[in-house]
């Protein structure tokens, strides 16, 4: 069996340990969160209430409504009382404004 184990690449955890570190500890968890994305995400977090702060009232509330509350364009519109089209138009607009506010 150990023969096979050889054969095949298989290495053990003890077969990597060192003086200062066992050899589990060498290898990488990959459900672990990396520190830059961490604080990356906190930063764009950051920027987009910034971005978002500087809307008006009715284009957060389609922000809001969209995204956040995660309505459809045809939900939006029956609480408006104005047309798909319409929803779609302004939808866009916001978040090409919402766009370069973020790139600034």
Do not use: W
């Given at each position: 069996?150990?023969?096979?184990?050889?054969?095949?690449?298989?290495?053990?955890?003890?077969?990597?340990?060192?003086d200062d570190t066992l050899g589990e500890e060498?290898?990488?968890d990959s459900d672990a969160s990396n520190v830059e994305d961490i604080v990356v995400n906190r930063l764009l977090r950051k920027k987009l209430r910034c971005?978002?702060?500087?809307?008006?009232?009715e284009e957060r509330s389609?922000?809001?409504a969209l995204f956040y509350e995660q309505k459809t364009e045809r939900e939006y519109t029956e609480i408006l009382g104005i047309s798909q089209k319409a929803?779609?138009?302004?939808?866009?607009?916001?978040?090409?404004k919402l766009y370069r506010l973020?790139?600034?």
């Open positions: 069996m150990y023969e096979k184990d050889e054969r095949n690449g298989l290495v053990s955890y003890d077969a990597m340990d060192t060498m290898i990488p971005c978002l702060s500087q809307l008006t009232t389609l922000i809001c929803v779609n138009k302004r939808r866009y607009k916001v978040l090409t973020m790139k600034a």
